[in-house]
């Protein structure tokens, strides 16, 4: 791991100290742009870092910038020295990076999944811990997790990694109730499908486009003045997928097969995802590269 410093020329009273992982590209780097265009400042985190360099180069002075794997069990440890050696405190930490295969699950090799759960669960584990443990020291903070609307509604094609979703939920919401008596936030992110390298290729059905990453960052702005436990995006989604739970699993299946939501995990368009399928594949076997 390396990092790069940038130059701090002072924080203002009202901004924040904010850690996101992930954000060379899609979510994170929109988050990036908005947290840094209202003033705070900020500590980027992802695995390329050419790409990082770019873009914080784009944002103007006051921020650092670190290339790590989240895979890495320091990557959080040098993000919170970073943080507090700079800034003096930590206030937010946005668990951003993961990535999402697609296709039966009897046809991804182990390596694949293996390593999605740890750069979609157990990589946010540990950034959660440490980003919680500097929380509860100075008595304030906000954890905020992307997570997915898979995590509610599971999706065909997409096995692994609606259960890495749902176990960011859950894992949020215990940690929720754990942060409470410190006086610190936690936060879920659900969003649908987003217009990131994540979603090339993926068959959608004509009632649904993915919505731009700026729609997620937004939502983390939100949140950051409006706190609560879940936050869908678009916002309808939390008006409709709690509910499916209690609906009949007949019901649930003819509504999946009148919607063929099925294939839009099961059945990618033809050499539109292959690119980003390689980079999986050969981040599993060993040059781990999250992508968002």
């Known amino acids: 791991m390396s990092t790069k410093p940038r130059i701090s020329q002072g924080r203002p009273a009202d901004a924040l100290v904010a850690v996101v992982t992930g ?13 840094a265009a209202a003033g ?15 873009m914080a180069d784009t944002l103007g002075p006051g921020h650092r910038y670190v290339t790590a794997d989240v895979t890495d069990v320091q990557a959080p440890k040098l993000l919170v020295t970073e943080a507090m050696h700079h800034y003096g405190r930590l206030d937010v930490w946005v668990n951003n990076a993961g990535i999402l295969p697609t296709g039966k699950l009897t046809d991804q090799p182990r ?18 811990q440490a980003a919680l443990t500097t929380m509860y020291e100075q008595g304030s903070g906000h954890l905020i997790n992307i997570a997915s609307a898979s995590a509610v509604k599971p999706m065909a094609g997409m096995a692994v990694y609606s259960a890495t979703k749902a176990g960011v939920l859950a894992l949020s919401e215990a940690l929720r109730r754990e942060a409470r008596p410190h006086g610190i936030h936690v936060s879920t992110v659900l969003p ?101």
């Open 192 to 292: 649908a499908l987003i217009d990131t390298r994540l979603a090339h290729g993926i068959r959608l059905p004509c009632h649904l486009t993915p919505q731009p990453p700026t729609a997620v960052a937004d939502a983390v702005l939100e949140l950051l003045t409006h706190p609560t436990s879940r936050r869908y995006v678009p916002r309808w989604l939390g008006w409709l997928l709690p509910w499916t739970g209690l609906l009949p699993t007949r019901l649930l299946d003819l509504a999946d097969d009148l919607l063929r939501t099925d294939a839009i995990g099961c059945t990618p368009l033809p050499g539109q995802r292959s690119a980003y399928e390689a980079v999986l594949d050969s981040d599993a076997g060993g040059d781990a590269r999250p992508v968002t």
């Open 40 to 54: 705070h400042r900020l500590v980027l985190c992802d695995i390329d870092g050419t790409a990082l360099g770019r």
């Open 111 to 128: 390596s694949l999944l293996d390593h999605t759960i740890a750069v979609n669960l157990t990589a946010l584990c540990h950034g959660s």
């Open 23 to 35: 954000a060379a590209r899609g979510i994170g780097q929109a988050t990036a742009r908005k947290l």
